[in-house]
């Protein structure tokens, strides 16, 4: 039987040698030990299975650069020693087991692979090492996957030149194209990023490996569209991912196949675009409104996941009902208010308050206000609400009449003032109008500005009421008689005044006898002098006399004439009808005074005379009225005064 065992023992041996042929020396007396020993306990040996197990791992051939199994039996404070099987541990620097936070990873027990670096160095020290034995398994895993087809797990740690840098254990080159199935604008965005790439090149040699994220993607993505297509049905729900935003809607990634909610589908409201809502990256629930198989389009919607809020708005928001809602939008012409989600309705700017003029509802309300407001109208087939704030409140115009009636005296502060006249506050919200014309009775006013300013406290007659147009007139001339009432009485026609000339036009001259109150002299009832135009001899702040020859209260109008006053006194014009030293040229009266200090002139002097009263007294039959056609000189504009 040993005989037989002995045999058997050498036939192992010679296999082992054929497998093996590289053995060392030492090994071989190794083995012919183990071989003895084997002899001497063939019983032991065929009753042991574990040690049959460590007598093959013993025999193993050992090449520098191979990658093997060890199990770690001892740490100091420089080496990790590590059993691989042969005939001493292997040492591998303490250093290769410590992590970034300088915490030792590895305990007496723990199963590592590990690359022998050298069999024996000079001091006949086995040399492992924990470090390369990862990278040659990395290697082996780069060809394992690029031959299969499989991905590879790694970062992106910085950008380079045409692509990407990834650590997938060994460094490893993403060119940009190939980043994402779409063109990457900004790469750098990626750096961080852990993905999953295949394999398309890799030189172990050279030590170079060319990645694709986008081989990846596609392989996922066909595999996802596969189990998509199933799933393809109308009225179907499913989960997506935003992966596109436009102006017209979202396009949505279903799992391989992408689909599109038009944004009349998202939502049963109004949407400015999309991007209020949404973003890139949004996971979201959408209902499949169609599909076409063959071109591979699918619609989608979002609002169709909840019923239509305004199938049921007529009986839950009627005329006349109040609502609360929030301000979504303001437009020149309202505001927009959020009566539930998906349902809108327009406070319109006039609709906003029964007072205040707005020119834009920001003056009145801002986006995210909570109003109250009331149903005005409803229209269902065009989904609009129209709703009112004012209408919550009673109109102080009903009542404005009963608080302020027609002739009583208000005080107020100007608040504004235009051209047309000047605005007085009276009551909240409402103010009252003083139109220029109102302002004084006789005084000619350009500009409201002249006399007032804003904030001035002012008094004023309350004139007229006008509800429907929410008009508030009011009056100051009116706080005093009209002087124009005691014009008729006060001059009356053959009533000799005087006054100062304001204004010198080429159909006669105003003559202001009073503040405030003027009277026209017509070219017709001016006396010749030796002038061609008998206007030439007057100017602006003359002082002369004349005669009113008509009034009329109604046109706020006072005829007079220089004509008439010389008829009715009987003097000479010189005495009467100017007292303008600025004119000596042309006042007659001074240069008769003059020749009258001169004996020899006495007699040419009375000549002179009654020559210039035939010629007046030859045109006093003309007379100025109302009725007055004898001359063809325009009729002076209409005025306040005048």
Known sequence: MEKGTNEMAENEFSVKENVYPTFEDDQKIFSEEIVEDFNETEESIQDSDNFMELYEESLKSIHEGKVIKGEIVQIDKEFVLVDIGYKSEGQIRIAEFVNLEGQLTAKVGDKVDVLLVRKEDKDGRIILSKEKAARVKIWDDVEEAYKNHDTVRGKIISRVKGGLSVDIGVQAFLPGSQADMRPVRDLGTLVGAEHDFRVIKYEKRQGNIVLSRRAALEAERKALREKTLELLEKDAILEGIVRNITDYGLFIDLGGIDGLVHITDMSWGKIGHPSEIYQIGDKITVKILSFDKERERVSLGIKQLTPDPWSGAQDKYPVGTSITGRIERLKEYGAFVEVEEGMEGLIHISEMSWTRKTKHPSQILSVGNIVEAKVLSLDIAKKRISLSIKQLEPNPWDTIGENYPIGAIIEGKIKNITDFGIFIGIDEGIDGLVHISDISWTKK?????????????????????????????????????????????????????????????????????????????????????????????????????????????????????????????????????????????????????????DSQSQALLDKQESELDEAVESESDIEIGPDDSSSEKPKPEKTDSV
């Open 445 to 597: 006013i350009n500009h409201p500005s002249e006399l007032y300013a804003k904030g001035d406290e002012v008094q004023a007659v309350i004139l007229d009421i006008d509800k429907e147009n929410e008009r508030f007139s009011l009056g100051i001339k009116q706080l005093t008689p009209d002087p124009w009432n005691e014009i008729p009485e006060k001059y009356k026609p053959g009533t000799r005044v005087s006054g100062t000339v304001t204004n010198v036009t080429d159909f006669g001259l105003f003559v202001e006898l009073e503040e405030g109150i003027e009277g026209l002299i017509h070219v017709s009832q001016l006396p010749k002098g030796k002038q061609d135009n008998p206007l030439e001899a007057f100017q602006v702040k003359d002082e002369i006399e004349a005669e009113v020859v008509n009034v009329s209260k109604e046109d706020k109008r006072i005829g007079l004439s220089i004509r008439k006053l010389k008829e009715s006194s009987g003097k000479g014009i010189h005495e009467s009808y100017v007292n303008n030293q600025k004119q000596a040229t042309s006042n007659i009266g001074t240069l008769l005074k003059e020749k009258m200090m």
